[in-house]
């Protein structure tokens, strides 16, 4: 059961309040992000790779829904180094973060962060996280190892979201 912040004139406000209005939004959005839009890649992050280093790949600026409803913003060409495992085969993973930044002095002296950064962590991961559909890690792609090099394997589809689809089969009849 969903409980929000009712505010009234002269009403004391504390933190407590505002992370409780906060928090109230955030999980909502999460709540219609998941219901109605799903889990995947919704524009970009497309992975290519680095002609500039070797192993390394280059992760386009895009949007995606994880599992949990948050939203991932990337937003500028990111580079990413492949190590060299063992496999023959993985996987260029994204994931939702969130940092405490913009520490800021309290009245006792002490500190306390005054933002959280909401940003992305890209990672490659020998399994692919995608399977399920539901989780907070989602595949971008999928490499292969040939001669010493990573490349994508273009054959593989990471999951996505699909604009404009209708969400119900009587969206059309009124029903």
Same mark, same amino acid.
């Given at each position: 059961?969903?409980? &929000? %912040?009712?505010? #009234?004139?002269?009403?004391?406000?504390?933190?407590?309040?505002? $992370?409780?209005?906060?928090?109230?939004?955030?999980?909502?959005?999460?709540? /219609?992000? &998941?219901?109605? /839009?799903? %889990?995947?890649?919704? $524009?970009?992050? &497309?992975v290519s790779?680095?002609?500039?280093? !070797?192993?390394?790949?280059?992760?386009?600026p895009g949007f995606a829904l994880d599992g949990?409803?948050?939203e991932i913003v990337v937003d500028r060409p990111v580079c990413l180094t492949v190590d060299p495992c063992g496999k023959e085969i993985c996987f260029v993973t994204l994931r939702y973060t969130e940092t405490a930044t913009d520490p800021v002095p309290t009245a006792n002296g002490a500190s306390e962060f005054s933002r959280v950064t909401?940003? #992305?962590?890209l990672a490659t991961a020998e399994e692919d996280p995608g399977q399920d559909g539901g989780g907070q890690i989602l !595949?971008?792609?999928?490499?292969?190892?040939?001669?010493?090099?990573? !490349? %994508?394997? $273009?054959?593989?589809?990471?999951?996505?979201?699909?604009?404009? $689809?209708?969400?119900?089969?009587?969206?059309?009849?009124g029903q």
């Open positions: 059961m969903a409980k &929000r %912040v009712r505010f #009234f004139a002269g009403q004391l406000l504390t933190a407590a309040d505002f $992370e409780a209005e906060q928090t109230y939004h955030r999980e909502m959005r999460r709540l /219609h992000n &998941r219901l109605l /839009h799903g %889990v995947g890649i919704a $524009e970009g992050l &497309r790779e680095d002609d500039s280093q !070797s192993n390394a790949m280059t992760v386009s949990s409803g948050n909401e940003a #992305f962590s !595949s971008l792609a999928r490499l292969i190892r040939q001669n010493d090099r990573w !490349s %994508v394997d $273009e054959s593989y589809s990471p999951k996505t979201l699909h604009k404009g $689809e209708q969400m119900c089969a009587h969206a059309d009849d």
